[in-house]
């Protein structure tokens, strides 16, 4: 009788490719606006510059929900039981039957990086995440609409959308929104070992200028 | 996916691998076909909160379903499953000024898969960080959705290799579930559900209850 000696186990799979640095839990990001009213230049600039230039961009419609779990019966001591952790739920609201995403961000590395690196995991979940949490303690925070366009060079994702409230009786075409501009993103979902495509990153930023100023824009040096 | 019905095997004898033997046999003289192993897993993470609200976070991996992680969530009055991708693994340690895992808790059903016609067996010898613990038996009918159109034939297949070891009645959990379709978390969930039993450590001689056998 012939037979496997093991079965491959999910947890090993896993520790070997930590040990190994080749999971995908890094993201270099660069952030900047645009005025509504310019809003068509940009995107034009962009379907320049990024891949499929003959096909109009792909549309997004996506409600971010974000949760913050901490021990909130606690005193109010340093360290991370009092600061928490922030889980944003994410799921496409023009696609209903995908998956969640559930998404951790860590803060932004020190260091000199063309653009800023954070520790990212993104994960896609069934579509119970949000009363999951909030039996794991966590609470909800704050929830938004991002609608927008989606593109992409290469391995870098471009997104420029705009933010909009929630709020009780809200229709899908009828939305408030948050400001009069549009947040344009670039970001790419790399490894510890490959960090060769920050660069490109901020290549991709250089050619957008003057249209769109692109910067590492750390949210801990933007006092409330 | 079909319905699954898990089912702890009474090893009196505390041997292991003689008891797993003898299912082997049983179920080779019934035409069975070997094909492959299978492990499912489970990870008990615990709060560590000052408040007394206690919360089990179990997470589970099943072999059949490799690219997933089910965190089952209980609070003492209800259970959430979340199916996750198993990246989710990675966020735990980012949780564990909250939640945290006993290590020695680890455990786990390891065993062969074999293949009858519309039945799928699976014999996992259940061990608690290395220790041999107990025999969990698994069977899975694929043709059918619904525990409640399928108990009384899978009752009957059950007993043929197993004996009397198995009810006449539904287990408790498929009780409360009979007419929903079943989904690969119901799986994990029974699994959850005799991991604890074993943890306990109520099982070896629990079981031998007499039923309507074969």
């Not at chain 1, 999951?132 to 870098?156: N, P, Q, V, Y």
């Not at chain 2, 089912?7 to 033997?21: A, K």
């Not at chain 2, 009752?155 to 959990?173: A, D, H, I, N």
Request: glycine letters at 6%; aromatic letters at 8%; proline letters at 5%.
């Amino acid at each position: 009788m012939a037979m496997p000696v093991n079965v491959p186990h999910v947890g090993e799979n896993l520790e070997a490719a930590m040990k190994s640095q080749i999971v995908p839990d890094q993201e270099f990001l660069l952030q900047g606006s645009v005025l509504d009213t310019s809003l068509g230049v940009v995107i034009d600039r962009l379907r320049g510059l990024c891949d499929n230039a003959d096909i109009l961009p792909e549309t997004f419609h996506d409600h971010e929900v974000v949760f913050v779990l901490k021990d909130f019966s606690a005193m109010s001591t340093p360290g991370p039981a009092s600061q928490g952790v922030m889980l944003r739920v994410r799921r496409a609201m023009d696609y209903p039957d995908l998956p969640y995403q559930l998404r951790y961000v860590g803060y932004p590395e020190l260091g000199n990086y063309p653009a800023l690196l954070r520790n990212c995991l993104d994960i896609p979940v069934s579509n119970n995440v949000c009363e999951f949490l909030t039996e794991l303690g966590a609470k909800l925070d704050h929830e938004f609409i991002a609608k927008g366009f989606i593109m992409k060079k290469g391995r870098i994702k471009v997104t420029v959308f705009k933010m909009y409230k929630m709020g009780i009786g809200m229709a899908k075409d009828n939305l408030e929104q948050m400001t009069m501009s549009h947040m344009v993103e670039l970001s790419v979902l790399t490894t510890k070992t490959d960090m060769s495509v920050a660069e490109d990153l901020r290549a991709l930023a250089d050619q957008l200028k003057p249209l769109v100023q692109l910067e590492r824009i750390d949210y801990r040096r933007l006092g409330p | 996916m079909g319905v699954t019905v898990l089912q702890i095997f009474p090893d009196s004898s505390r041997s292991g691998c003689l008891e797993t033997e003898k299912l082997h046999k049983r179920i080779m003289h019934l035409d069975a076909v070997q094909c492959g192993m299978f492990t499912v897993d489970c990870d008990t993470c615990y709060t560590v909160t000052q408040t007394g609200n206690n919360r089990k976070l179990h997470i589970v991996h099943n072999s059949e379903t490799p690219t997933t992680t089910y965190a089952i969530l209980d609070t003492g009055t209800k259970q959430i499953t979340l199916s996750a991708d198993y990246l989710f693994d990675l966020l735990l340690p980012r949780l564990d000024f909250m939640y945290q895992s006993k290590k020695n808790l680890k455990i786990e059903s390891k065993g062969a898969k074999y293949e009858i016609g519309d039945f799928v067996v699976k014999i996992g010898t259940v061990t608690m960080s290395g220790h041999y613990k107990a025999i969990l038996v698994e069977v899975e009918y694929l043709p059918c959705h619904t525990p409640a159109l399928c108990w009384s034939l899978m009752r009957e297949f059950m007993q043929s290799f197993m004996g009397s070891c198995v009810k006449p009645t539904l287990p408790s959990y498929l009780q409360n579930r009979l007419h929903d379709i079943h989904t690969p978390q119901d799986t994990v969930q029974q699994y959850v559900e005799k991991f604890n039993e074993i943890r306990e450590g109520t099982t070896f001689a629990g079981t031998q209850t007499t039923g309507s056998g074969s």
